[in-house]
């Protein structure tokens, strides 16, 4: 039995994709390392130029801009802290689990399509990456070839015949 066979994603913290792992930490690393240094100099030139008055909205934009990054740059060092990197060696192809691939055919039209459970901090709709809070991925999460889901969409109810899942 793998790892992540049976295992409930929703409950036990944040199973990172590697790519989504690399993507997530170059984010951090730029970050701290890139971004930070940026506002701390647009705030010194700010101050050299004794701009520093009860009226400077270009000083209060910066300091906006800092509290927004300081805010994901915690929550980035929070989500690493309980982030497990997805070994693909251990995902089973029996049922699917967060880093799956999933083909799907769509009950009513016959079409297919591949999607990528993951989970939230991942979703991206441009790469048919679909979190596994969502209500298509959360009907799929659990699900072997051959069953049918059903979910509710803005559409209205949806169903999907599970026809392929793969690491």
Known sequence: MSEFEGVSIQSSGVFLTP????????????LTVTKRQEIASRI?????????????NELDEVKFEQAIVEDRI?????MFANAQVIDADQLNEEVANVGNYVEVKDVNNGMKFEIRLVCSVEADVDRDYVSNESPMGAAILGSQVGEVVV????????SYEICKIRK
């Open 74 to 78: 915690a929550n980035l060092k929070a």
């Open 151 to 158: 979910f509710e969409a803005p559409a209205g109810k949806i």
């Open 44 to 56: 010194r030139e700010s101050k050299e130029h004794g701009e520093f008055s009860e009226d400077n």
């Open 19 to 30: 790519d989504g792992h690399d993507r997530l930490q170059k984010e951090l690393e730029f």
